[in-house]
């Protein structure tokens, strides 16, 4: 059952409150799979794409409804998920905006601070390459209760990989909100505004791509966790460039 942090001021960074609606048509991620440059990960082959439309404002609920839906597949074995996530994502001249739909019906999240380990609990994430070279990604982590990780991973080769937690994107924005469903049954809604400015990126032209990759973990009330993925990594590592789909920004 979800419950409601103490400080519900907590729960959005946005001025203006997220509405619910129901997923339109899901677009699901390719099935097959190929090697991984030098890990013997599976790829998902082909790698998705998901075509991420220009807006020339902020989305309205209206755009969002009329946007494409991705899902998610279990992150080693491409099954379906037994809990629904659908995900929707768009971009202006300064931002990418992305919406995240999970519907759970037991929510486990404890921590409360900023780049707390919000991956050992209930989580949404997405992992954002804008070269493409998987040299350097950045990592983002919302929590039921909007408490945000956020991280810079360098990967040049070395090992382990450099993870730097103390980097905060600046002037991002974030919100969470609950619908009731069926039962125990809820909807959460999960929105993130990304400047590029804070990915060290410039705008993006049409056509142009970038590689990123949705995840979830899901946990239930015997503690058992789930793991799922945009384009499945093949095993229990969300930190696979190679496997990262791609983000085709179109008008």
Excluded at 34 to 51: C, F, H, K, M, N
Excluded at 124 to 138: A, N, S
Excluded at 171 to 200: C, K, N, W
Aim: proline share 8%; hydrophobic share 35%; aromatic share 12%.
């Amino acid at each position: 059952m979800y419950k409601t942090p103490p400080d519900t001021a907590r729960m959005s960074h946005t001025d203006s409150a997220t509405s619910l609606i129901d997923k339109g048509g899901l677009l699901s991620p390719a099935k097959g799979s190929v090697q991984a440059r030098d890990t013997g990960i599976a790829l998902s082959d082909p790698l998705p794409i998901y075509e991420c439309r220009f807006m020339a404002q902020m989305p309205s609920d209206s755009d969002w409804a009329q946007m494409p839906h991705t899902s998610l597949l279990d992150v080693t074995t491409s099954d379906l998920p037994h809990l629904t996530t659908s995900i929707a994502s768009c971009w202006t001249t300064d931002a990418l905006y992305v919406r995240i739909y999970a519907d759970d019906d037991y929510i486990w999240s404890p921590y409360e601070h900023r780049d707390d380990p919000l991956y050992e609990a209930d989580v949404v994430e997405m992992f954002i390459d804008p070269q493409g070279t998987g040299e350097r990604y950045y990592e983002f982590n919302v929590s039921p209760h909007n408490v945000v990780f956020d991280a810079m991973i360098e990967n040049n080769g070395r090992k382990p990989r450099q993870l730097h937690p103390e980097w905060d994107a600046a002037e991002l924005h974030t919100s969470v909100t609950a619908q009731p469903l069926d039962g125990e049954m809820i909807r959460l809604t999960y929105e993130l505004r990304i400047p590029f400015a804070a990915l060290q990126a410039t705008v993006p032209v049409t056509g142009e791509e970038w590689r990123v990759n949705w995840f979830r973990i899901d946990q239930n009330k015997a503690g058992e966790r789930s793991f799922w993925a945009w384009s499945p990594t093949g095993a229990v590592n969300f930190h696979v460039p190679d496997c990262f789909g791609r983000l085709h920004f179109m008008l």
